[in-house]
């Protein structure tokens, strides 16, 4: 039995704003099992008491002086942009759909 | 024969014996000769390379200050942005994509004068261990045509192999500058985390990545990081710690050296010629006088899952970004605004992007994220906490950097976990955020390069360096190239 099944994977998919194929669907489903079981023996560990670590490093808030520096143009931000309208990223419609 | 080192063509550039352009033509040359056999390269620009190293000539005529690489051809892996060329990271989704900006470390080489003649090919987004998973083409071991060079800097590990230039930058998340150096049999360093600012580096699992350099000895390793090294603040998690003179501390040998090793690097699963090279290597150590003195790492065998829940889970978070809508790919014909985010990144991702992005969001998605995610960083303080006890008696511990030598090409490619596997002693260095390094320590009975891995504490760069100094200065394995690297 494997730990997510199709529609799990298709709900997975979903939440990561991709669109897999069927048949991608049922291979993923499989590998995707394959991994989380393995990661499963993390399970065994007793981690009573123990503080996660999100950084390897005791990094604390970093300040630095608030000057101004230079940013880039709206050209420059811009010039990989797939579409644009003047100094817009241009996209398909937004409203006049159901939300998401 | 013997490859120039980094600093034999610095000083021979420098000195006026030999020019930049010589030298940058001959790495043209061997692009030329090399390539379509190796895959090492996703662009290079010839043109403006030749013009770099005629400036840095001039000047070296006109007797002008100049940097501390001056002339020296390198090659940067592509997940390194620079305004010159394209930056893609290996993927479709960033095919033609210009940077607007130049990552920290390529600012850092261009000052010190280096001529950057290209990029170099990757797993996609720095995900893999055999180069296999780039989008353009898989790049080849140049011991052996029909192996995967390692990954996920495969492209930077095997240019340096072939002896198409004397150093290149890497980023290592879990293993990706180490485990190619020691199958492509070159030295590779993943530095302390903050070591190296990751301005500009195309972010993968931005608490484990880190830059670092590919060189064919340590002394080169040395002056390339600390070419990079140094607080930036454009990157808030860099450290503002001294960086050293790594490359004088070299020839300041240490009296006494305590080297660690675990047996869980020894373990099932280890191939006995690697077994073999590495036990021999830590007799180099003790003929050298050093001491070697088992340390334990209760944690290591949990250390792959972890990193994978880690990883896949930041991965998840910081690829987010590829949206179809600032810069990248963009579907042709999108149905609607969504479908603008899922197909443009169904479209632009390969099959282990996706998979990655899918176990993140899968890991830190509501119901599951305390099982996997934040399980997973409580685990990582044990690692991280038995390195710190093992470093309370020894300088470095030293293992295998690889359970095998290079694998073939297609060997892993079905089977996910097993390419995670390959991973197994690399990981634990990123999730504790210390340095680590790997040498080439020997050959297996078919040729195949065996690299050594000596791991430090935190911001123990000088002392690692030293210590796989001295293994160098008393072997000869780092001096060994492929039949093709020969002019």
């Not at chain 2, 150093?167 to 985390?193: E, H, M, N, W």
Request: charged content about 25%; glycine content about 8%.
């Amino acid at each position: 039995m494997p730990k997510i099944d199709e529609s799990e994977v298709r709900r997975i998919a979903h939440l990561s704003r991709l669109n897999p194929t069927d048949d991608e669907v049922r291979l993923f489903a499989d590998q995707l099992s394959a991994v989380l079981e393995y990661m499963e023996q993390l399970n065994e560990v007793d981690t009573t008491d123990v503080p996660p670590t999100a950084h390897a490093l005791p990094v604390r808030n970093v300040f630095r002086d608030d000057e101004p520096g230079g940013c880039l143009t709206p050209d420059e931000a811009l010039a990989a942009a797939p579409a644009r309208d003047g100094s817009f990223f241009a996209v398909p419609k937004v409203l006049e759909q159901d939300s998401v | 024969m013997t490859q120039p080192s980094l600093i034999e063509i610095r000083d021979a550039i420098r000195s006026g014996q030999t020019s930049s352009r010589e030298y940058v033509q001959t790495t043209l040359q061997r692009i030329e000769q090399l390539e379509h056999r190796l895959g090492m390269l996703i662009s290079h620009d010839a043109e403006r390379a030749l013009a770099q190293a005629e400036q840095i000539d001039a000047k070296i005529a006109r007797g002008e200050p100049v940097g501390e690489l001056a002339g020296v051809p390198i090659l940067i892996k592509d997940n390194l942005c620079t305004r010159f060329g394209t930056t893609t990271a290996g993927s479709r989704i960033l095919e033609n994509y210009r940077a607007p900006y130049d990552a920290h470390v390529v600012e850092r080489l261009q000052q010190a004068g280096a001529v950057i003649v290209g990029k170099t090919n990757l797993d996609e987004f720095a995900m893999g261990s055999s180069t296999e998973n780039s989008a353009f083409k898989p790049t080849r071991n140049p011991w052996d045509l029909e192996r995967v060079p390692g990954g996920s800097s495969g492209g930077s590990a095997a240019a340096v192999a072939a002896g198409v230039v004397a150093g290149t930058l890497g980023s290592d998340t879990g293993g990706s500058i180490r485990q190619p150096a020691a199958f492509c049999g070159v030295c590779g360093l993943k530095p302390t985390y903050g070591r190296v600012s990751r301005y500009g580096l195309l972010a993968y699992g931005s608490s484990l990545d880190q830059i670092g350099p590919f060189a064919r000895n340590v002394r080169d390793l040395a002056l390339l990081l600390h070419t990079i090294a140094g607080k930036d603040h454009r990157d808030s998690t860099s450290v503002d710690e001294p960086v050293p003179d790594y490359v004088a501390a070299l020839d300041r040998p240490l009296r006494r050296m305590r080297i660690g090793y675990a047996e869980e690097y020894f373990g099932e699963g280890l191939d006995p010629e690697v077994r073999a090279a590495v036990e021999a290597a830590l007799d180099v150590y003790r003929a050298a006088g050093a001491e070697v003195v088992p340390v334990h790492l209760p944690h290591m065998k949990y250390a792959i899952a972890c990193y994978y829940v880690v990883a896949v889970a930041e991965a998840s978070s910081n690829l987010a970004r590829y949206d179809g809508v600032h810069y990248g790919h963009r579907t042709a014909r999108p149905k609607d605004y969504l479908d603008v985010y899922c197909s443009s990144r169904q479209e632009g991702f390969g099959a282990e992007v996706r998979r990655r992005i899918m176990l993140g969001t899968y890991a830190l998605s509501s119901g599951y994220y305390d099982a996997y995610y934040l399980k997973a960083l409580k685990v990582r303080t044990l690692i991280r906490q038995d390195f710190e006890h093992a470093f309370a008696d020894v300088d470095v511990i030293a293992s295998p950097t690889t359970p095998t030598p290079a694998v073939r090409i297609g060997e892993k490619t079905s089977d996910p976990l097993a390419m995670y596997l390959m991973d197994i002693y690399t990981v634990s260095v990123n999730l504790a955020g210390i340095p680590g390094l790997s040498i080439p320590c020997g050959f297996t009975r078919a040729g195949l390069p065996i690299g050594l891995q000596l791991m430090g504490s935190h911001f123990a760069e000088e002392k690692l360096l030293r210590i796989a100094h001295e293994y160098q200065s008393r072997t000869d394995w780092h001096t060994k190239s492929p039949a093709l690297a020969q002019p």
